[in-house]
C-alpha cells in the first residue's frame, strides 16, 4: 500500500524574499554559469543548499549547506510550518513542442512511506548510477533535509484525488513564483485533518510509479538506514519517508517531451551506409525537403501504420530527413535485443541497441558516458546542430508515454538512459522538509 502523510514543511518567508529569486531547477540540470546566476539573484537562492559551494578554502561544501540551512531558520528568511500539512502544487507553462499554448500540472506534495523497489509498491522505470547518489547522500547526511521532491505518478481515473482539492485551488495560494524556464509555480497549505484522512485512504491501495528523482529516492532509503543505526525506527518516523510530488497518469497537463540524440566523433562515419545497414530492421522513408521542418518530422514519427516504432535521421548537409520504422515483419527479441515486450516497442530501444550500437558502434557503456552522444531537448533546436554541421547525425524520437512507463515499470525492466522528459522540472526549494528520526509524521 502507498502509505502518505503530512510534515512539517520549510518554506520560505515571502515578506522577506520574493519566490520567483530564491527558487531553482533541480540540481542536477544546474551548471556552473547558472548556478552564479541563481547566486546573485538572490543569496538566499536555495543554490546554496542543493549545490552547496564551501565556506572557506579547507572547508566542506556539505557541512556549509547545514549551516546555511541553519541560518536561514535562525533568521527567519526560512519559517517551518507549526502544524502537519499536505501541500497542493500547481506549476503553469507553455511550451514550443505542444504548440506554444498554456498547461497547468496539478499535484500534490506529501510524505510517501519510504519502500524498497522489491516491495512493488514505489515502481522506478530507470537505471541509477552510483556517483550521483553518493553525493546527494553526503548532503542528506549533513543537512538531514529535502531540498525537493522526487516526481511520481498514479492512477486515477475516477479523479478522486483532484475532486478534494477543488476548494483548495480556488484560495489564495501561499507561495508563488516564476522560476528562469518561464514557469509559474504556485503552492497551498492544507492543513485540514478530514481532507488529509481522506487523501491517505484514497492513496493506500495504489502503486506510485517514479517519473523524476530515481537517484534521489534510492539516496532516502540510504538516509533512512544511516539515522536508523541499526535500530528499529518508530513506525512514523520521519525518516521512514521521503517528500514526493504525486501527479495523476490522467492529469490533462501530464506532458512528457522527447530528448533527441546527436552524433559526432565516429570515424568514417557515412550516412549512406548507415541508412543500408539500417534496412535489414527498418522501412526507411525519405521525407524531402523536411531537415529544418520540426513538425512535419514530430507528425511522421507519431502516427505510423500499427503503430509501429519510428524515429527520424537527419545529416549535414541534407535537406531531407529519413524516417526509420520498425518493419512489421521484424521481431527485436529475433535479432538479439532482449528484454520484455513493452521495452522492445520503445523507438528509444530501438535507436540504441540497433542504430547507435550494432551500426554504428557505440556501446551501451559509451552511450551511458555519452561518448560521441548528445542529448538535445528541443527538436528545432535539434535540427538546427545539425544544419550548422555540429554533429555527424540527429535522432529525432517521440516522447515516450506514461502508459508506457506504466508498462515497463509493472514488468519490472527499465527503460533506455533519457527515454522520459517530464516537462517541466519540479522547482526546489517550493516546500522542504526536516528529516528527523526522532519526530513522528502521525
Request: glycine fraction near 8%.
Amino acid at each position: 500500500m502507498a502509505d502518505i502523510a503530512p510534515f512539517r514543511g520549510i518554506l520560505y518567508d515571502t515578506q522577506r524574499v520574493d519566490a520567483s529569486k530564491v527558487l531553482a531547477p533541480p540540481y542536477d540540470v544546474i551548471d556552473p554559469e547558472q548556478r552564479a546566476a541563481l547566486a546573485a539573484a538572490d543569496p538566499h537562492n536555495v543554490v546554496r543548499l542543493i549545490l552547496p559551494e564551501a565556506d572557506s578554502p579547507d572547508g566542506d561544501r556539505y557541512q556549509a549547506a547545514a549551516r546555511t540551512l541553519d541560518e536561514w531558520l535562525g533568521d527567519g528568511t526560512l519559517v517551518r510550518d507549526g502544524s502537519r500539512a499536505v501541500y497542493r502544487y500547481h506549476q503553469i507553462f507553455r511550451a514550443a513542442e505542444l504548440g506554444d499554448r498554456t498547461v497547468t500540472r496539478k499535484g500534490v506534495i506529501a510524505g510517501v512511506r519510504l519502500e524498497p523497489f522489491s516491495a512493488g509498491v514505489i515502481r522506478p522505470h530507470e537505471r541509477t548510477l552510483a556517483g550521483p547518489k553518493q553525493d546527494r547522500l553526503a548532503l542528506m547526511k549533513a543537512t538531514h533535509a529535502y531540498f525537493s521532491q522526487i516526481f511520481a505518478l498514479y492512477q486515477d481515473a475516477a479523479g478522486e484525488v483532484e475532486r478534494l482539492f477543488r476548494k483548495v485551488d480556488d484560495r489564495r495560494p501561499d507561495i508563488e513564483g516564476t522560476t528562469g524556464d518561464g514557469v509559474l509555480h504556485r503552492l497551498w497549505r492544507v492543513v485540514d485533518a478530514e481532507l488529509v484522512g481522506r487523501l491517505r485512504h484514497v492513496f493506500a491501495p495504489k502503486k506510485l510509479y517514479i517519473a523524476d528523482g530515481h537517484h534521489r529516492y534510492e539516496t532516502m532509503l540510504a538516509l533512512r538506514e544511516h539515522l536508523a543505526g541499526g535500530r528499529d525506527l518508530s513506525q512514523y518516523s520521519s525518516a521512514q519517508y521521503g517528500s514526493m510530488f504525486l501527479v495523476s497518469m490522467d492529469d490533462p497537463g501530464l506532458v512528457v517531451l522527447p530528448t533527441h540524440r546527436i552524433v559526432h566523433g565516429l570515424p568514417d562515419f557515412a550516412p549512406a551506409q548507415l541508412l543500408e545497414r539500417a534496412r535489414a530492421y527498418f522501412q526507411v522513408e525519405r521525407l524531402p525537403g523536411a531537415a529544418r521542418d520540426a513538425a512535419r518530422i514530430r507528425d511522421a514519427i507519431a502516427h505510423t501504420p500499427g503503430h509501429q516504432p519510428s524515429f527520424a535521421a537527419v545529416f549535414p548537409g541534407d535537406a531531407d530527413a529519413w524516417q526509420l520504422t520498425l518493419d512489421p515483419h521484424v521481431n527485436p527479441a529475433s535479432v538479439g535485443l532482449g528484454g520484455h515486450a513493452a521495452v522492445l516497442r520503445l523507438d528509444v530501444t530501438l535507436l540504441h541497441g540497433l542504430v547507435l550500437d550494432r551500426i554504428l558502434g557505440i556501446s551501451a557503456a559509451a552511450q551511458e558516458a555519452q561518448t560521441n552522444l548528445r542529448y538535445l531537448k528541443d527538436t528545432a533546436a535539434t535540427l538546427a546542430e545539425i544544419a550548422a554541421g555540429r554533429g555527424q547525425a540527429a535522432f529525432l524520437v517521440n516522447p515516450g508515454r506514461v502508459e508506457q512507463v506504466k508498462q515497463v515499470a509493472d514488468a519490472g525492466e527499465v527503460m533506455p538512459q533519457k527515454s522520459t522528459f517530464f516537462y517541466p522540472k519540479l522547482a526546489s526549494g517550493i516546500v522542504m522538509a526536516k528529516v528527523d528520526p526522532e519526530e513522528d509524521l502521525l
